[in-house]
């Protein structure tokens, strides 16, 4: 099927006109330093050969044909590309977006009403034996922000293969992996049996573990429910509540920071990360790993009124999911989105959890690779 209907060309730019109405200005440089040709990107890796440097700013179009499903392009200083159309209707930056997949525009924002029913559980030993179940169990952490797995055997260590699954663990001062329980003299609020509030883990860390996962053993105690949030959700709150408290908490950069007798982890960082669109992209909350605060003079009381109008959205009971982890279930979330609680637990009886960090990356390419691999086996069904 023909999808140009014409194309015209001057020195500095091919205009290409779409079957479907659509038009797309490709600059000359642009054009250049995207050459697929084998001198110009490498036909395994498909990596670049050149440097942007290896070709002047003010080069120029000589000629443009069009032949079969490719456009030729002739360029001065002397060099040719040729371009499949499917090429350049799949990357021109005039009809396509840049890729983007941590911000809020491509997330589902949640709230406790969100979820009609009971959060969605998937069996663990389905999530390791058929892409499907994989996949959509990461699809809802990629999505919502977490999910739920159940029947995971109550071993020690089992979650360390839980990451394997999708991607790599992520080493700390704690190890491979942490124990949760009430712990003499912790080092830690989160090794006692006090309540938590809303927090993400580790923002004391540059870059912060993209993915937290929790695998309950043993859970025999009164109390200790867990407790989710979108903080995406609320941070959008808070834009439209205020933009200004918006603002302050996106803008000002605070200091976090961990000690104890083996280890000084410090970041400085915004609360609130924004991209170039001001659409949210990281929060990082977390009361109990505020460093000291030594903001500008003329700046405390407007960032203290935003942090508190923040913690008070945080707060609001509509906007959080609360359920207890049986033996056997385990939480995997994204720890730059997802804020977790837990209400206290009495000292009777037994909670144990073991948790361990890995990153995003290992996640979304694995989706992605799945997603691609599925559907070429679909595919190939259908020309059977």
């Not at 999910?147 to 260590?157: F, H, K, T, Y």
């Not at 709150?237 to 408290?245: I, M, T």
């Not at 960082?269 to 949210?280: A, G, H, R």
């Not at 935003?306 to 959205?313: D, F, G, L, S, V």
Request: hydrophobic fraction near 35%.
């Amino acid at each position: 099927m023909k999808q140009i209907t014409q194309y015209q060309f001057d020195a500095h730019q091919l205009t290409i006109h779409w079957k479907d109405g659509r038009q797309s200005e490709l600059a000359a440089i642009w054009l250049r330093d995207h050459c697929q040709m084998p001198d110009s990107r490498d036909p395994v890796s498909g990596q670049r050969l050149m440097n942007i440097t290896d070709f002047p700013l003010n080069l120029t179009i000589a000629n443009v044909n069009q032949t079969d499903d490719l456009m030729v392009i002739d360029f001065k200083p002397e060099h040719r590309s040729e371009f499949s159309v499917d090429w350049l209707i799949a990357n021109c930056y005039c009809i396509n977006s840049q890729a983007d997949d941590r911000s809020e525009s491509n997330k589902n924002l949640w709230q406790k009403s969100s979820f009609k029913t009971n959060v969605t559980k998937y069996g663990y030993l389905n999530f390791c034996t058929l892409p499907e179940s994989k996949i959509a169990a990461l699809q809802s952490v990629k999505d919502d922000g977490f999910a739920i797995l159940s029947d995971v055997p109550c071993e020690a260590g089992e979650i360390l293969n839980v990451v394997s699954e999708f991607g790599f663990v992520r080493h700390t001062n704690y190890g491979p992996l942490f124990e949760v329980r009430t712990t003499v003299n912790a080092n830690n609020l989160a090794f006692t049996n006090r309540g938590l509030g809303c927090h993400l883990d580790n923002p004391y860390r540059d870059p912060v573990p993209g993915i937290q996962l929790l695998h309950c053993l043993q859970s025999s105690t009164v109390g200790g429910d867990s407790i989710l949030q979108d903080g995406f959700m609320a941070a959008n709150l808070l834009r439209e509540e205020n933009p200004q408290h918006f603002d302050t908490l996106s803008q000002q950069w605070i200091n976090y920071r961990f000690q104890d007798a083996d280890t000084d982890l410090q970041a400085r960082v915004p609360m609130l990360e924004v991209n170039d669109k001001k659409e949210i992209i990281k929060v990082r909350f977390n009361n109990r790993s505020i460093a000291t605060l030594t903001l500008p003079p003329n700046k405390v009381t407007a960032f203290y009124a935003a942090y508190r109008h923040y913690a008070e959205i945080l707060e609001r009971k509509e906007l959080q999911i609360t359920f207890k982890l049986a033996p056997g279930e385990l939480i995997l979330f994204d720890n730059t989105r997802i804020m977790h609680a837990r209400t206290a637990f009495s000292d009777a009886g037994t909670r144990h959890l073991q948790g361990a960090y890995s990153d995003l990356d290992g996640l979304y390419s694995t989706l992605s690779l799945l997603k691609s691999q599925l559907l070429d086996s679909q595919n190939a069904q259908n020309q059977k």
